[in-house]
């Protein structure tokens, strides 16, 4: 690089410091006393009008009062109280948050990975709740109400195979109006009694009905969940017929309704199902609600629900009752409920392949389980 070159390049960052000497901006004059106070009052201003804004917004959320009404909204909070009922063939948690069951752990069976298979985790409350309409135009469900009991909190209770015990729940809707839910476990069966009370309801319920509701769909246990929901559906029995909802499409709700009186309604997976029956009045009707999701792996889920809709007919005292069935797929267990429970069950087709495997097949495994009482090398000579 020559002479000139050098003395070009250094009168060009001379030029340029110059230029940005003269057109840089004037310095901030040091801020006084004064300008702390404003910049400290626009803070004060902004945050007050963020906290107004909030108390805006929650005066403009519904209070439970506005949800549920004037009877049932103080029940949405509350202490949640749980019990453990344990059978030598399950062990069940009962929640005072809807007054049901809240999980439900089978002590014979295990799942593909080794652990007890739980065929319900409502972690948030407990399922097995009533749906109803009120006199001051609400819709409640009791799944989110917190129920009074007499257990401690954590209590466990231990029934051998010939005990029992009974599990009252309570919502003291107002003075002389209760609604009574009462549960009775047996330590030798996987099916339970429910027993509803309305007392001096007439005032509170309203449109004649109310129904009892199961939403929880039952956990899958198998390693395979796209096997498993080849295998998972939600039937009905009404009228000599049976009404079945498969959710075979993702994402494709499915809904199933009958009219009149309903037997049971019963959802199922490969090897449990869980069974509402009606034990005192006719319902009303039935509805199945059902649905497909993706799972991760390219697996699939299949979620179903059950709906008794029942009549209400405004008495003092009204009571209804109900036998619930959370056990596996066993045909004789299923069988002794001599309501057609068994429709819930893969058999094949009815005048074919169903006689042949109910009076041939089944009695013959039962014969060579009883010599050789390991399932797999049963199914091996099969």
Known sequence: MDRNTIIGFVLIALILMVWMSMNAPAPAPPMTAAD??????????????????????????????????????????????????????????????????????????????????????????????????????????????????????????????????????????????????????????????????????QGILSNFEYQVVWESPLRYNEENSVDESNHAKAGMFSGGEFTEADASDFDARVHKAVSGRVSWVAARNKYFMVAIIPGEKESNGAELDGIKHHMPDKGAKEDYSLTLKMPYTGKQVETDRFTVYMGPLEFDVIKSFGIDLDKMMSLGFAWIVRPIAEYAILPLFKVIHFVIPNYGFVLIIF
């Open 36 to 201: 702390s106070a404003a910049v400290i009052r626009h803070h004060a201003d902004s945050l007050k009008q963020i906290s107004e804004a909030v108390r805006a917004a929650q005066a403009q959320a519904p209070s439970p009062t506005d949800t549920l009404g004037k009877f049932f909204g103080k029940f949405v909070t509350g202490a949640r109280k749980t019990l453990t009922i344990e059978t030598p063939l399950y062990r069940a948690t009962l929640s005072s948050k809807g007054g049901g069951i809240r999980t439900w752990e089978m002590k014979n069976f295990r799942t593909w990975d080794q652990h007890p298979v739980n065929l319900l985790d409502a972690p948030d409350g407990s399922d097995f709740s009533l749906l109803f309409s009120t006199s001051d135009g609400k819709v409640v469900n009791t799944k989110g109400l917190y129920f009074e009991n007499s257990f401690a909190d954590g209590q466990v209770v231990t029934l051998g195979e010939n005990d029992s015990v009974v599990v009252r729940y309570t919502l003291p809707v107002a003075d002389g109006s209760t609604l009574v839910k009462t549960l009775v476990f047996h330590g030798g069966s996987y099916a339970w009694d429910a027993h509803y009370s309305f007392e001096g309801m």
